[in-house]
């Protein structure tokens, strides 16, 4: 049986019907998975539900909201309308934790400044909503690779800058090793991060990276040291799941079994001796 | 003619014969170029030398040497030997700024901290032979995309810690807007640079960047605020050249004298009234 902190983010098998998937993660003991907004809008929230309730799998996360940064006060409205019901959807398939990105730069902008800030007023105005419907909004540092397009929050440090204007029950981050094993001030962020650690998630980084959004790789396969990141968010105190979170063409065109399959062991590899398991299994 | 600051990169237009290229720039009233070791080793030193003389052309920066973290001693001196040479060249073609990349990880390795480690203790042993020689090492950090295989230097906060370590007349930084735009703490870092900034590089980044290596862009075609970025490295009181340095095949495959011009154009606009000409022209 799986490890009982895996958590299978969807996205890894981006081509197996959420039916099945489900289904399969049942079969291999995963207990949770890491959800995107897309398959369950597809599926239709009620029928994800069920299937969720019917399997016994809980939910991480939800991805994603945010993409605050905008030219005009049409695409806030829109965005904000858009946030709302990505609330809505984390309370209906029982996720605590939505996973915020920042947003780029607006088409056309050079000013990563005031991108930065609408960021910020974006999630003010969002947080006590969240709050209200009993969601913690989690916000994802991403890859410097990613800046432009998808998240003007680029590091830990700098997310931490950010979360901490706000409660900790309301705002925290989601942290995928992925985005930061490169960050030289990674480790001394992480002590400091503490309790708003609300969600963790990894894949690898190959030797040569030429491809920042598609090019992600199985844990263990790569240059990342995912033992010494598992052991760091242990030691400030983060218990929860960790989903295994890979973006790449290739293993996406592989049967969703045989990558689950692959997730399932090679996470049992990573974490033998390195992870404990979480409260309830002790 | 050119703007007195712009320093042509050679490798902005990679397939340009350096005979070709000198005359082109000499044409165009470039007054500086930086220079990769490998042309110059192809069309050998002494011609080399004499061509730039002949084109009253100086070199704002020698490319490259460092890539300091390896796996067994042999490598260790086979780095170090390669490196000396690059000094020796950089005192031929008259550099006085040679170009040091950190390295990435060796293969099969993940032990970041320790490949930080050989790269203090390398720069230890290579800055006094510089600094005998003349010639001082500007340690560039480059985007953390290219971490694991070209620069476990990541960013300018991250190249002080490691340069401040030794006299500023032997050891300084080469910034390159490409590599560090997207960085939240760059402007207090180039603050704190001060005369540790031995030269400055630029290219832009797309909207959508897909090839951290290859995928730069002319100056003022992206989304980097190239003005802001040289007024703050006029700020800190660097006023020496300016270099346009562009990796990327589609640019590549064009006419050397197109590119260059596209380059003498786009270095005008995008100076016009932000960057000091140099104390020499004033």
């Given amino acids: 049986m799986a490890h009982p902190r895996l958590s299978h983010n969807i996205i890894s098998t981006s081509c197996w019907p959420l039916p099945e998937l489900l ?14 907004r897309e398959p369950v809008a597809e599926l239709g929230l009620a029928r994800t539900v069920a299937l969720l309730r019917d399997a016994g799998i809980g939910v991480s996360s939800l991805c994603r909201a945010g993409f605050f940064p905008v030219s005009d006060q049409e695409q806030a409205r829109e965005r904000r309308a858009d ?11 029982g996720a605590s ?34 709050r209200d419907h009993g969601i913690r909004l989690a916000v994802e540092p991403l890859h410097p690779a990613l800046c432009s397009d998808r998240s003007v929050i680029s590091t830990l440090g700098q997310a931490l800058d950010l ?3 706000f409660p900790a ?3 925290g981050i989601m942290l995928d090793a992925y985005h930061v094993w490169w960050d030289p001030r990674l480790w001394s ?26 090019g992600r790789e199985l844990p263990g396969t790569g240059v ?14 983060y218990d929860g799941p960790i989903e295994v979170e890979i973006f790449n063409h290739h293993i996406w065109s592989r049967p969703g079994r045989d990558v689950l399959g692959d997730i399932v062991r090679g996470f049992d590899e990573l974490v033998a001796g ?6 309830e299994d002790t």
């Fill in 23 to 36: 289904e399969g993660c049942r079969a291999a003991g995963v207990r949770n998975v890491g959800l995107w």
């Fill in 83 to 93: 946030n709302l019901r990505a609330i809505d959807e984390a309370v209906a398939v």
């Fill in 97 to 130: 934790v939505l996973v915020i990105l920042a947003g780029g730069l607006p088409s056309g902008s050079r000013d990563l400044d005031g991108a930065r800030r609408q960021v910020t007023e974006a999630i003010a105005a969002l947080a006590p909503v969240a």
């Fill in 163 to 165: 979360v901490e204007q």
């Fill in 169 to 171: 029950d309301a705002v």
């Fill in 189 to 214: 962020d992480l002590r400091r991060a503490g309790n708003r650690i609300l969600g963790v998630q990894i894949s690898d980084c190959p030797h040569e990276l030429r491809d920042p959004l598609y």
């Fill in 224 to 237: 990342i040291d995912l033992r010494r990141f598992l052991d760091a968010v242990d030691e400030v105190g």
């Fill in 274 to 279: 390195a992870v404990a398991p979480s409260v």
